[in-house]
Nanobody, 120 residues
Framework: VQLQASGGGLVQAGGSLRLSCAAS????????MGWFRQAPGKEREFVAV????????YYADSVKGRFTISRDNAKNTVYLQMNSLKPEDTAVYYC??????????????WGQGTLVTVSS
């Protein structure tokens, strides 16, 4: 299974970015897709998750109302639309495939990460 994350970059506070994660090399209809992030000097933390069916999106409290996770099954791709970005959203964002959950241990496959930098 390969996951390719993209869409990171530098944005001013209040701006938006959309991350994409394209999956290949497996059967994804039974899995959930999650986004995590890791800021410098901090632990990796959960951001959002969605079942491959598109049901039950769930968000960390810190991003609820600002971020939206969605998927395009035809493209085996999951997106993370990030609006009203804050400097504290600065991190490397990772996509992952696995069981529906909020722990890194729920996910068996990880992408390489894409850097999001939010300037104040």
């Amino acid at each position: 299974v390969q996951l390719q994350a993209s869409g990171g970059g530098l944005v001013q506070a209040g701006g938006s970015l959309r991350l994409s994660c394209a999956a290949s090399g497996g059967t994804f209809s039974i899995y959930a897709m999650g986004w995590f992030r890791q800021a410098p000097g901090k632990e990796r933390e959960f951001v959002a998750v969605i079942r491959w069916s598109g049901l039950n999106p769930y968000y960390a409290d810190s991003v609820k109302g600002r971020f939206t996770i969605s998927r395009d099954n035809a493209k085996n791709t999951v997106y993370l639309q990030m609006n009203s970005l804050k400097p504290e959203d600065t991190a490397v964002y990772y996509c992952a495939v696995g069981q529906y959950g909020m722990s890194s241990a729920d996910y068996a496959y990880w992408g390489q990460g894409t850097l999001v930098t939010v300037s104040s």
